[in-house]
Each structure stands twice: as C-alpha cells, then as structure tokens.
C-alpha cells in the first residue's frame, strides 16, 4: 500500500475512533447491520404513550455500522400539507415534543421553521454529533449551533413518524450521554473545530423538492429498528443534482439512481459493507451521509463549489475503500 494512502486511512480511523462510542473502538468493522425489532408502545393511566417506559436497550448505532432505523428518508412536512392541516400538524408537534424530552431530559419545543421540531442540547458539540448520528439513521436533522431540529409533519403517526423521531432521538442521546465519556466528548468538539477549520459540514440543501411527497406518502412504510443549510429551488437542486451525479459515475464509475428531490443523491454501492464504510468515511471527511441497503446517500448542496467538493471527497473515499480491500 502506498504510503500517503496508508496515512490517509490511519487518518479516518482516528477521526471515526474519535466519533465512536468506546465499545466499538477499533471494531466497527465487525458490526453487523442487524435489528433487534421495533419496541411496542406502551401507555400511561392517561391513555398517552410512555416515551420513557419503552426501551431496555437500543441497537446498535448506524454510525458503527449497525442497521439504520429507518430504511428510507424520513422529511419533514411540506408548507402545503402544513396549510391544509395545521390542527394535526399542531398535534404531532406537541406529540414529538413531549416524547422527545420524555426520553433525553432536553428542552424542546416547536421550531421557528415550519416541519421541524426544535432541540436544545448541551452544547454545538453535541448538537453536532447528534447531527451526524440522526441523519445516519435515516431521519432528517439540521443544527445551527447547540440546537438541533428534526422533522415533523400533519401526516406523522404516532405508531409510525412520529415514534421514527422519539426512537432516533432516544437512541441518539442514549449513546452520546450515556456511552461518551466527558473527556472524548470534548476531544469530538476539537475533531469537528479540526475539520470546519478545513472546509464546512457539507449538508443538503434546504427548501428542495420539499413539495414532493414530503409528508405521509413518502414516509408511510419505512419503519425499520448540519448545520443549518440556504434555502435552494427544486429546479436549481435538480440542476445540481445531475451535474453531481455525472461527476460521480465519472470520478468513480458508481452509477448514481435518478434525483427524486430532497437534496440527496443515491449512490449503488457493490454491497452494504462498502456502503457502511463509504458512509462513515464520508462523514469523518466532513460530509453528512447515511445509507438505504446497499446505497450510499449523499447530500446535494446549496452551492456550486460544494457540489464539486462532494464528488472530490466521495471520489477520494471510493479510492480509499478500494485500497481496504473493499469492492
């Protein structure tokens, strides 16, 4: 192996030794991706959900490897579907809300954007881990400094949507509070100082496709156990998107399945195992991503330069994984 290729894979290993938890220091490879199986809900003497009675355990997390807990995307509501039913989007707000502060101890409340709910965490360190973590299991999340927003939406269920974002979130907490000890936690707000110093978090883009299937429709089956971005036209992410997904194939001959909106890029990975390092490579390389099987899911920006600097770094990782061995 070539030396510089060898220093830029003991590189990753230490920034991905610095996001994880202890217990999977240096194992993260030999996480399996499998479920435990969604936890029923249970109920208080009131008739409401028991956010905090639910879980024992979690599986493990999608950025060691484990499986994601949701198979696709989950997106906040869109301003029309908001419009047309504020009165069940006000319910499910105030749902999300008290489950998510059942389960982490956080002050939440509504956000100032519509089809988000707000958290305020400890500090930007954490907001910014959870950030990576959230997005990595699937569910939508945008930071701005120590709050972190997660979606909400007129269609979200509570058997389904709604326990998507209370069980992320739960999940999430679980393994920063609980399993990151205070030293490594600071040692992760140096790595993120580390890598904004070199270029910002490259998140997707805000504001596109958002009309498109944002709400019940695209979430409705999928149940499985960045800071803040510019708002983007669909027309002007479309754009973008092709142009990405051309630089792509082109740098790295993945083909890159047809742009369906909300401004992330599904790349065919040979398998999930590449897929998963892919992903966690990408996100040590200072770019969200996460995973649906075996495709990689990368974020379509809010500016040009960004959009060539995903296809740089995915065509960088791809290089890397090629030199582990990974197909």
């Given at each position: 192996?070539?030396?510089?290729?060898?220093?830029?894979?003991?590189?990753?290993?230490?920034?991905l030794?610095?996001?994880?938890?202890?217990?999977?220091?240096?194992?993260?490879?030999?996480?399996?991706?499998?479920?435990?199986g969604s936890?029923g809900?249970?109920?208080?003497?009131?008739?409401?959900?028991?956010?905090?009675?639910?879980?024992?355990?979690?599986?493990?997390?999608?950025?060691?490897?484990?499986?994601?807990?949701?198979?696709?995307?989950?997106?906040?509501?869109?301003?029309?579907?908001?419009?047309?039913?504020?009165?069940?989007?006000?319910?499910?707000?105030?749902?999300?809300?008290?489950?998510?502060?059942?389960?982490?101890?956080?002050?939440?409340?509504?956000?100032?954007?519509?089809?988000?709910v707000?958290?305020?965490?400890?500090?930007?360190?954490?907001?910014?881990?959870?950030?990576?973590?959230?997005?990595?299991?699937?569910?939508?999340?945008r930071?701005?400094?120590?709050?972190?927003?997660?979606?909400?939406?007129?269609?979200?269920?509570?058997?389904?949507e709604i326990?998507?974002?209370?069980?992320?979130?739960?999940?999430?907490?679980?393994?920063?509070?609980?399993?990151?000890?205070?030293?490594?936690?600071?040692?992760?707000?140096?790595l993120?100082?580390?890598l904004a110093?070199?270029?910002?978090l490259?998140?997707?883009?805000?504001?596109?496709?958002?009309?498109?299937?944002?709400?019940?429709?695209?979430n409705?089956d999928?149940?499985?156990?960045?800071?803040?971005?510019?708002?983007?036209?669909?027309?002007?992410?479309?754009a973008?998107a092709?142009?990405i997904?051309?630089?792509i194939?082109?740098?790295?001959?993945?083909?890159?399945?047809e742009?369906?909106?909300?401004?992330?890029?599904?790349?065919?990975?040979?398998?999930v195992?590449?897929?998963?390092?892919?992903?966690?490579?990408?996100?040590a390389?200072?770019?969200?991503?996460?995973?649906?099987?075996t495709?990689?899911?990368?974020?379509?920006?809010a500016?040009?330069?960004?959009?060539?600097?995903?296809v740089?770094?995915?065509?960088?990782?791809?290089?890397?994984a090629l030199a582990?061995?990974?197909?």
């Open positions: 192996m070539h030396p510089e290729v060898f220093a830029a894979l003991a590189v990753l290993d230490r920034r030794g610095t996001l994880l938890p202890p217990e999977y220091q240096q194992i993260w490879d030999t996480v399996e991706p499998v479920s435990m936890a809900l249970k109920y208080d003497a009131d008739g409401r959900v028991a956010w905090d009675a639910i879980w024992k355990t979690f599986c493990d997390l999608a950025m060691a490897g484990g499986p994601p807990h949701r198979g696709t995307l989950l997106v906040p509501g869109s301003p029309a579907a908001i419009d047309a039913d504020p009165v069940r989007y006000d319910a499910a707000v105030a749902e999300i809300c008290r489950g998510v502060r059942m389960v982490t101890g956080l002050e939440v409340a509504a956000s100032p954007h519509r089809g988000w707000r958290v305020q965490c400890a500090d930007a360190t954490m907001a910014g881990w959870l950030l990576r973590a959230v997005v990595m299991e699937n569910v939508s999340a930071a701005d400094g120590s709050t972190l927003d997660v979606p909400a939406g007129p269609g979200f269920r509570v058997e389904k326990k998507n974002v209370v069980t992320t979130m739960a999940k999430s907490c679980h393994y920063w509070v609980g399993h990151t000890p205070p030293d490594q936690q600071l040692a992760v707000g140096r993120f100082a580390e110093a070199q270029s910002p490259i998140v997707p883009a805000t504001g596109a496709g958002a009309g498109a299937g944002a709400d019940a429709d695209a409705a999928a149940d499985a156990d960045g800071d803040a971005s510019g708002d983007a036209s669909g027309d002007d992410c479309a973008r092709r142009a997904a051309d630089g194939h082109r740098e790295t001959g993945l083909t890159v399945a742009y369906t909106g909300h401004a992330w890029l599904a790349v065919e990975c040979p398998g195992r590449t897929a998963v390092w892919m992903m966690r490579a990408l996100v390389s200072n770019v969200l991503a996460r995973r649906e099987d495709r990689l899911c990368v974020p379509v920006p500016a040009d330069e960004e959009g060539a600097e995903v740089s770094r995915l065509a960088r990782v791809r290089r890397l582990r061995g990974l197909t």
